[in-house]
């Protein structure tokens, strides 16, 4: 009877449903119909890379203990398949190093994502007595505005860290978008209060226009004539101050 013999790469990879590589190695799995062998290192470096990924380790051992995989592999009883292997796969080390490495490049992506989801989360529920702290009716719209927006981020970054079926490429680019608007939301909150406490008709003006400006570039809307006539009132104030 023929082996098949699997390395950590391949069964990290179909056991991380987040992983590059899920749908090649399911789609792999699926094409096997003895059970896969392998050697008590490689299940020890599998069963490590899904605990540190926040992944259940179980779910290798489930495989074990139905007899899917065996962990009865000798070199010394394999040479000639192990030989023709790395024959004819010249980046052996390669591709499995491809593998591990976007197992952990997705586990730090879920920590990240989740820990930015909890960040924007907390700042959409701070109390809103603060904000109604602030004097100036249009910052002050702008700040409930932003709490408003940074709950809605929360979720979209929730949402996309439990997406599967997509690059990991695909969701990095995701949550960096998000993590910029939630950069430009958390900063229209500290414009907005420190603008009204100064008392300043020129800071307050300039900062009503920038968090227009950054509403807009997060709910991906054009300005308003709104938004035209505020900036229009600035340019007018600062041609008024200005030296003759």
Not at 47 to 52: I, N
Not at 84 to 106: P, Q
Request: net charge neutral; proline share 2%; charged share 25%.
């Amino acid at each position: 009877m023929s082996r098949v013999i699997v390395d950590i790469g391949p069964l990290a990879a179909y056991l991380d449903r987040d992983a590059e590589f899920h749908g090649w190695a399911c789609d792999r799995f699926r094409e096997l119909t003895e059970p896969l062998f392998t050697c008590e290192a490689v299940l020890t470096e599998t069963l490590f890379l899904l605990k540190r990924g926040g992944l259940d380790p179980d779910a290798a051992l489930a495989l074990v203990e139905r007899g899917a995989l065996i962990c009865d592999f000798t070199v010394g009883e394999e040479i000639g398949p192990v030989r023709r292997e790395t024959t004819a796969i010249e980046s052996l080390v390669d591709v499995n190093s491809r593998f591990s490495t976007s197992v952990r490049e997705a586990s730090g992506l879920k920590r990240v994502s989740a820990w930015l989801a909890w960040r924007a989360g907390a700042w959409a529920r701070s109390s809103h007595a603060i904000d109604r702290s602030i004097l100036d009716r249009s910052l002050r719209a702008h700040a409930r505005a932003a709490r408003r927006l940074l709950a809605t981020t929360a979720l979209r970054i929730d949402r996309g860290i439990r997406i599967h079926g997509r690059s990991l490429a695909d969701r990095q680019l995701e949550i960096g978008l998000l993590s910029r608007d939630v950069r430009d939301l958390a900063s229209i909150l500290a414009v907005t209060h420190h603008a009204d406490a100064s008392g300043d008709d020129r800071a307050i003006a300039a900062a009503d226009c920038w968090c227009r400006a950054a509403i807009a570039h997060v709910s991906g809307t054009r300005a308003t004539p709104a938004d035209h006539a505020a900036l229009a009132a600035l340019g007018s104030m600062l041609l008024e101050i200005a030296p003759a």
